[in-house]
Nanobody
């Protein structure tokens, strides 16, 4: 049974930091691309950050332009966990953050579209107050 369980969301003031975690099970995590998406009220779900899988130690990462330099995605294959470190948070970062797994992607590839993902977590709320 596939599970993606997010944690780490919460309420933070603008300029603050949060670190999201997503624990995965039920599929081959080390050979899956992993991404974070978010959805704000009344808006479509959008790609925030993604990290590929790889045969060597060099991963491909990709970010939404508005979060570059503030958010960082990483993964720990030994723990089947993907992280999203969020710094210098802004009110516009508010939303439900979802972890997603793409188990069919080639190594060093990331797809920034929700339709390309096979499994999703339940989401964790991030609220940034001004």
């Amino acid at each position: 049974q596939v599970q993606l369980v997010e944690s780490g969301g919460g309420l933070v003031q603008a300029g603050g930091s949060l670190k999201l975690s997503c624990a995965a099970s039920g599929f081959t995590f080390s050979r899956s691309a992993m991404s974070w998406f978010r959805q704000a009220p009344g808006k479509e779900r959008e790609f925030v950050a993604g990290i590929s899988w790889t045969y060597d130690s060099v991963y491909l990462v990709d970010y939404l332009d508005s979060v570059k330099g503030r958010l960082a995605i990483s993964r720990d294959n030994a723990k089947n966990t993907v992280f999203l470190q969020m710094n210098s948070l802004k009110p516009e970062d508010t939303g439900v953050y979802y972890c997603a797994a793409d188990v069919r992607r080639q190594p060093k590839h990331i797809v920034p579209n929700a339709s390309g993902y096979d499994y999703w977590g339940q989401g964790t709320q991030v609220t940034v107050s001004s």
